[in-house]
């Protein structure tokens, strides 16, 4: 059986647990705590984690969903076991039982709402963030049979997309907020794509060179230098391109958090796991890159 906690997640149990509908299809819904009223002209501060995990258990406790996430900071809180309904949704009385519509109703609140600011930079959409840990929150959520799948489309905007009561009930996969029958609401307004998965590696030979590492120093987000370059051209040579601004993937020299998600996906495809696969250059990575093929 999946793990009713999430691994790696604060555990606080808020109790009052209640059995989801095990009918109907197994569904994620995606949700932004929007704490603060932003704009592009008027940026504020992100709201740290601890602060909307006081709320969450505090006056906001009826409102709770499964898991909090932080985005920036990768930190994960968890206020129900996966099983039981969590409250974030609206439920009205003789409605379809939203909060609790599937074999599971997984329900997490990405701390994040437009236009913050973090380490000197403004983000209009969760999807700009670094999404950090994002990875181990999909993997958790598949692992109770939610597809990697959005029935009604990702979310682009904040704006409503009310899906069909039959597709909420009968498909099973993630909803946004915005999505969601008997809400109103128009959250998340993005999300991050779904990690690519790739086939497991298979044993190639390896050959006994590769140019000599230049350092971990050179592979720190936002660094500039022709080794960056080169980790991009061996990305583009193996294929890990998928993650870009819109424009294709580029070679150098700027070390971007599309580079650091690149690489995370080759280490991911070498098999190596945690720390292994955070999408940071080491020695192993370095060598890796340049001796194998695919």
């Given at each position: 059986m999946p793990e009713l906690w999430m691994p790696g997640a604060k555990k606080i149990d808020l109790g009052d647990h209640a059995p989801c509908e095990s009918q109907y299809a197994a569904k994620a819904i995606a949700h932004i705590t929007a704490d603060e009223m932003a704009t592009a002209a008027a940026p504020k501060p992100w709201v740290p984690h601890n602060r909307l995990e006081g709320w969450f258990t505090g006056s906001g406790k009826d409102a709770a969903p499964h898991i909090l996430w932080s985005p920036f900071t990768g930190q994960f809180t968890q206020f129900m076991p996966a099983d039981s309904r969590s409250k974030s949704l609206r439920d009205l009385s003789g409605g379809i039982r939203t909060n609790r519509a599937g074999k599971v109703v997984i329900q997490i609140e990405a701390v994040f709402f437009p236009y913050c600011t973090y380490g000197g930079q403004v983000f209009a959409r969760l999807k700009d963030t670094p999404c950090k840990n994002w990875h181990l929150l999909e993997d958790w959520i598949a692992?109770?049979?939610?597809?990697?799948?959005?029935?009604?489309?990702?979310?682009?905007?904040?704006?409503?997309?009310?899906?069909?009561?039959?597709?909420?009930?009968?498909?099973?996969?993630w909803f946004g907020h915005s999505q969601v029958p008997e809400n109103d609401h128009v959250d998340p307004g993005s999300w991050p794509n779904f990690i690519p998965t790739v086939p497991k590696p298979t044993p190639v030979p390896k050959p006994t060179t590769a140019p000599p590492f230049p350092g971990v120093d050179f592979?720190?987000?936002?660094?500039?230098?022709?080794?960056?370059?080169?980790?991009?051209?061996?990305?583009?040579?193996?294929?890990?391109?998928?993650?870009?601004?819109?424009?294709?993937?580029?070679?150098?020299?700027?070390?971007?958090?599309?580079?650091?998600?690149?690489?995370?996906?080759?280490?991911?495809?070498r098999g190596w796991t945690g720390s292994g696969a955070d999408g940071y250059v080491g020695p192993r990575t370095w060598h890796d890159l340049h001796t194998v093929s695919r």
């Open positions: 692992s109770w049979g939610v597809p990697r799948t959005w029935p009604g489309g990702i979310p682009t905007a904040l704006s409503r997309d009310t899906v069909s009561t039959t597709t909420f009930l009968e498909k099973a996969g592979f720190k987000l936002g660094s500039r230098n022709k080794y960056v370059t080169e980790v991009d051209k061996q990305l583009i040579r193996l294929g890990f391109t998928t993650y870009h601004d819109g424009n294709g993937y580029q070679a150098g020299p700027y070390y971007s958090e599309f580079t650091r998600r690149n690489v995370a996906a080759f280490q991911r495809y």
